[in-house]
């Protein structure tokens, strides 16, 4: 239980007012062994998904069947809260266990028409999460617009800094899915990292990075 607590979706809440949420809404959880579909693309969501142990990928396939990663969940990521609102709308996206993986699904429209005082609060609180994940594809539709690797970069870099609050952060992205958010190679993106790091502009290490201008 200590996990949801610290969950988005159940933010201010304390441990009897989730239990009271489980007890009116159906809920269940499952088990996911490495490398098993937890959502496959075109399913109909019908339930919002949080990952309780694990760790995940999001995946999107093109009409030439080819694989481009665009999330990667750790524990206590949240899932299918957006789809499970808008009803009759298929999934996008793959999800696939990278590890095993537990995830409570909790069912939205029961959800919705709750009985437990609590629940208004998850509802606020799925909102604000919808909003910043509109918020985030907003942004990276800015970055797409870009002509050059390093301006992709250096927006992105620009942006985490306003997110932490400070010169030196980390991601929450590898190399690919970075070059997969930035829509560049991850080659190109790897050798205009090098420059940059030579050039004095940033420094880094793994998923760690400070911008030194």
């Given amino acids: 239980m200590k996990i949801l607590t610290e969950n988005l979706l159940f933010k201010g809440l304390d441990n009897?007012?989730?239990?009271?949420?489980?007890n009116t809404v159906r809920h269940n959880e499952k088990n996911y062994s490495p490398g098993e579909t937890i959502v496959h693309q075109g399913d109909i969501i019908d339930s919002?998904?949080?990952?309780?142990?694990?760790?995940?990928?999001?995946?999107?396939?093109?009409?030439?069947?080819?694989?481009?990663?665009?999330?990667?969940?750790?524990?206590?990521?949240?899932?299918?809260?957006?789809?499970?609102?808008?009803?009759?709308f298929s999934s996008p996206v793959t999800v696939?266990?990278?590890?095993?993986?537990?995830?409570?699904?909790?069912?939205?429209?029961?959800?919705?028409?709750?009985?437990?005082?609590?629940?208004?609060?998850?509802?606020?609180?799925?909102?604000?999460?919808?909003?910043?994940?509109?918020?985030?594809?907003n942004k990276r539709a800015d970055i797409l617009m870009l002509k050059s690797v390093r301006s992709k970069i250096l927006?992105?870099?620009?942006?985490?800094k306003s997110i932490n609050n400070s010169n030196s952060f980390s991601i929450n992205l590898d190399r690919r899915l970075m070059a997969d958010f930035l829509g560049v190679e991850r080659s190109a993106l790897s050798r205009e990292l090098s420059r940059m790091k030579k050039e004095g502009i940033i420094d880094f290490h793994k998923n760690k990075f400070t911008l030194l201008y």
């Fill in 48 to 88: 919002i998904g949080i990952l309780l142990a694990g760790n995940a990928l999001g995946k999107k396939y093109t009409p030439e069947g080819e694989e481009i990663i665009v999330s990667q969940m750790a524990p206590n990521s949240i899932f299918g809260d957006v789809l499970s609102g808008a009803i009759g």
């Fill in 16 to 22: 009897a007012e989730i239990q009271q949420i489980l």
């Fill in 96 to 137: 696939q266990a990278l590890k095993s993986c537990r995830v409570l699904f909790i069912n939205y429209q029961q959800l919705l028409f709750a009985d437990a005082p609590a629940a208004h609060k998850v509802l606020q609180n799925i909102i604000q999460n919808i909003s910043r994940k509109y918020f985030t594809q």
């Fill in 155 to 160: 927006s992105y870099l620009e942006w985490q």
